[in-house]
């Protein structure tokens, strides 16, 4: 029996080394906060790890997504309007280079509301079909469809607030 826990450990460990950073810039695209990004990053693959066994090898990328999706919107739901003041603010070290040509529209992207975000990542970053985004979420095909729109909405009104010179 040890071989084969041990042998799952091997498994697990290549999954995460190979996903860790894209669970973390899909969670930073969610939240908009890099700390937070990777807090919910740890916590999906603890989550994803205590169900290693059970996952199947083509599904578990998805399973990972809708872990990270809901572990954010979990989040958005329990610390609402629990935001603590600090004396100054924490130093954010960026692990993209190339995030300050997307600043606007990342900015702009934490303007939308959380679940039509998750929907936007979900359908836009990860490029999941609304079939495939509408199992992550436990919601209707209606519901994607619907909170895409919205929240493309939103993110076009939310970047041209961002980005005056290109109204």
């Not at 919910?40 to 999706?69: C, E, M, N």
């Not at 939308?112 to 509408?134: G, I, M, N, W």
């Not at 979420?137 to 607030?161: D, E, F, M, N």
């Amino acid at each position: 029996m040890r071989s084969g826990g041990v042998r799952r450990d091997d498994e697990f460990s290549e999954f995460f080394t190979s996903r860790f950073d894209r669970a973390r810039r899909t969670a930073y695209a969610l939240c908009g906060n890099w700390v937070d990004a990777e807090e919910i990053a740890q916590h999906a693959f603890v989550r994803v790890y205590a169900k290693w066994p059970r996952i199947r090898s083509d599904s578990a990328d998805g399973y990972l997504h809708t872990v990270v999706t809901r572990i954010f919107l979990d989040s958005k739901r329990r610390v609402r309007g629990r935001e603590q003041s600090v004396a100054e603010p924490p130093d954010r070290m960026s692990f993209d280079p190339d995030a300050h040509d997307r600043q606007p529209l990342l900015t702009a992207l934490q303007g939308v509301p959380p679940k039509q975000r998750a929907v936007l990542v979900l359908r836009f970053v990860h490029d999941l079909s609304v079939e495939q985004t509408a199992r992550i979420l436990k919601c209707s095909t209606g519901t994607v469809k619907s909170q895409s729109a919205r929240g493309l909405q939103t993110l076009r009104a939310a970047y041209r607030a961002t980005t005056p010179e290109s109204a």
